[in-house]
């Protein structure tokens, strides 16, 4: 009896498209969903060390679901590298601001923190309204 174990090479990949409405979903529930589903971990043939995932459109990014308290406390801070270069702003004020770049930060602090990453991330497109330009690739809805 020989068993072998199946390795999925490039070519093998199938990438399918998914539509998912943020309308009054919250907001660390459907950056986990979506992160699942770049990394390709709904599949059977999941290989850790290959970017097997599949494209992820997010509508209404505007209209997700967070705290009261998380508007005011959660807080994103940068650093320019510059002295006086620390830049802060709340949730509350980013969401009203740039509501695509809420979700985009919260799905990639759940993939890995390395080139692969950096790969998958790039399958995701976030549109803070109903409309999108993906219709040619058929979205299908995700579960």
Same mark, same amino acid.
């Given at each position: 009896?020989?068993?072998?174990?199946?390795?999925?090479?490039?070519? *093998? /990949?199938?990438?399918?498209?998914?539509?998912?409405?943020?309308?009054?979903?919250?907001?660390?529930?459907?950056?986990?969903?979506?992160? &699942?589903?770049?990394?390709?971990?709904?599949?059977?043939?999941?290989?850790? #060390? =290959?970017?097997?995932?599949? %494209?992820?459109?997010? $509508? #209404?990014?505007?209209? /997700?679901?967070?705290? &009261?308290?998380?508007?005011?406390?959660?807080?994103?801070?940068? %650093?320019?590298?510059?002295?006086?270069?620390?830049?802060?702003?709340?949730?509350?004020?980013?969401? *009203?601001?740039?509501?695509? *770049?809420?979700?985009?930060?919260?799905?990639?602090?759940?993939?890995? %923190?390395?080139? =692969?990453?950096?790969?998958? =991330?790039?399958? =995701?497109? /976030?549109?803070?309204?109903?409309?999108?330009? %993906?219709?040619?690739? &058929?979205? *299908?809805? $995700?579960?």
């Amino acid at each position: 009896m020989t068993t072998k174990t199946y390795t999925l090479r490039g070519p *093998e /990949i199938e990438r399918r498209w998914y539509v998912v409405d943020a309308t009054d979903e919250t907001l660390g529930r459907l950056a986990s969903r979506i992160a &699942r589903v770049l990394e390709g971990k709904h599949k059977p043939t999941y290989t850790p #060390n =290959l970017d097997s995932g599949d %494209h992820v459109i997010v $509508l #209404n990014a505007g209209k /997700i679901a967070v705290s &009261r308290d998380k508007l005011t406390s959660k807080v994103y801070a940068r %650093h320019s590298g510059y002295p006086q270069g620390y830049k802060e702003e709340t949730l509350g004020h980013l969401l *009203e601001r740039r509501p695509e *770049e809420v979700v985009r930060r919260a799905v990639k602090g759940m993939l890995p %923190h390395s080139r =692969l990453g950096a790969k998958q =991330l790039r399958k =995701l497109k /976030i549109y803070a309204g109903s409309d999108h330009p %993906h219709q040619a690739q &058929r979205p *299908e809805p $995700l579960a």
